[in-house]
């Protein structure tokens, strides 16, 4: 028998099949065994979770780091702390960036500066470029996750960032869910109507930039609905592994569910639509713009309503840090301001909270933003479980104790633009988050060294025999 490296203690842990009064044992990045409380054999390292909850790690499949470009919005270093100390394991970057990542060498380039600096392990999105088989082709062998598209065009002054990534017209859009259908790799869609967004966009001059409610009637529900409508239907010719990115409306849950069952897709939210309405973007101002907007109770509910139906199965942070003086800059001009805001700690706390509130329970909270993910993109189970032969990531919290949201205890490079969920009190706290056997996170304080973590793609075949393994 190997020796185990590492023994959590005293904690339930949550396991495929639900909770379980267990030890976990850790020999080499892995989870070694499960035993009976007491059982496990000699470790010279006993981790205490008396009173814990433990977790696999969290999964967060929709990230924004942007790096190496836009250091002062954050870094890979600065972005993947806060992750760690947001209870995250494994992250998956998307490929805005400056230049976007369309090409193998800019991917080549943003994996080998993620290995330099990650404390938390990654997988990167590509952008498909010159919608290329061998530019497609050249991405898989580089190990891209997935790969991403938006259905609206380059925001002013932009054009690099989305070069390879925004395809306004229908024809492309359709040719790259046809050129990625064959890889096995999901595609993720950013879905706005582009002829829509233009019509708003137009009317909304006409209004204060000011309000709140001019973002939101500038890219209303009906351009979301569309874009998604549209693409579910190419779908259905093309039959890619469609991902629909952050739904934040009732009419686009009404459009996933008439074309359920017509091809392979999912969809997922974020917290700020599930956690937020219009009143609060008033509150934080342009602090809390994000692309598309937050809207109205109605879509909330129906967005708790589709994650209780299965209609919606992904929850993913859509984090995307701005500096404050860029944010700052456009206070009071909605039209002006960056969109974007940075979720990573609040994401696992959040959905405790609504464990706690009785949403959901917490097999099912997690799932949304841990296994679910792990598995739709095969990382499973090497990531997003706890069994025999799955990494070591691991996640503690304190269901009882509280998480009080403030700039001083966000590690984000973004925490003085974070004021969208400033002064939140939720219940559930992450009290130590594990990479692979190595504490990361521990009461408050990142210790995850820069360049701990690994570069994550669709596993090698002896991953893929974990599952065998263990049954
Ligand atoms: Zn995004």
Redesign the pocket.
């Known amino acids: 028998m190997t020796a185990l490296d590492r023994v959590i203690t005293g904690g339930e842990v949550l396991l495929p099949d639900g909770l379980h009064r267990v030890d976990l044992g850790i020999a080499d990045g892995r989870v070694a065994g499960l035993y009976s409380p007491g059982s496990a054999p000699g470790a010279t390292d006993r981790v205490d979770a008396t009173g814990k909850t433990v977790l696999p790690g969290i999964v967060d499949i ?1 990230f ?1 780091v942007r790096a190496p470009a836009y250091p002062e919005r954050g870094t890979v270093l600065s972005e993947t702390r806060a992750a760690a100390a947001g209870g995250v394991t494994t992250l998956f970057e ?1 490929p805005i960036s400056k230049p976007c990542c369309s090409t193998p060498g800019e991917f080549a380039r943003r994996r080998d500066h993620f290995r330099d600096n990650a404390v938390i392990d990654f997988a990167l999105y590509a952008a498909p470029g010159d919608l290329t088989e061998a530019s497609r082709d050249r991405m898989l062998d580089l190990g891209a996750i997935a790969f991403k598209i938006f259905t609206t065009p380059a925001p002013a002054n932009r054009a690099d960032e989305f070069d390879g990534l925004a395809f306004p017209d229908e024809a492309d859009q359709l040719r790259a869910l046809t050129l990625l259908a064959g890889t096995g790799r999901p595609v993720v869609v ?1 879905a706005e109507s582009a002829g829509l967004l233009a019509h708003f966009e137009a009317q909304a001059k006409a209004l204060d930039p000011g309000d709140a409610a001019t973002h939101g009637l500038s890219r209303p529900a009906i351009c979301e609905a569309v874009a998604v409508a549209k693409l579910l239907a190419m779908n259905i010719t093309a039959q890619a592994k469609l991902h629909i ?2 739904v934040t409306s009732a009419e686009t849950v009404q459009v996933l569910r008439g074309f359920a069952g017509t091809s392979d897709f999912t969809a997922e939210t974020c917290p700020q639509y599930l956690f937020a309405t219009e009143q609060d973007v008033r509150r934080a101002g342009v602090y809390a713009k994000v692309n598309p907007p937050i809207r109205h109770q109605a879509d909330q509910d129906a967005l708790w309503q589709a994650i209780a139906d299965g209609v919606i199965n992904y929850v993913t942070t ?1 984090h ?1 840090p701005f500096s404050r003086a860029e944010k700052q800059a456009a206070e009071g001009d909605f039209p002006a301001a960056p969109p974007g805001v940075p979720g990573i700690e609040f994401i696992l706390p959040a959905m405790l909270d609504a464990v706690a509130q009785g949403r959901l329970n917490l097999k099912r909270a997690h799932d949304l933003i841990c296994a679910n993910g792990a598995k739709r993109y095969g990382l499973y189970p090497f990531k997003g479980a706890l069994m025999p032969g799955s990494a070591a990531d691991v996640t503690l919290v304190d269901l009882a104790s509280e998480t009080v949201l403030s700039s001083d205890m966000l590690h984000t490079h973004a925490r003085e633009v974070a004021h969208l969920f400033a002064g939140r009190s939720l219940r559930g706290r992450v009290c130590q988050t594990i990479l692979k056997g190595r504490t990361v996170f521990l009461d408050g304080d990142v210790t995850g060294p820069q360049g701990a973590g690994e570069f994550v793609t669709p596993p090698p075949e002896h991953d893929a025999q974990i599952a065998v393994a263990a049954g």
């Open positions: 929709h924004h998307m950013h990115a952050h859509d995307a």
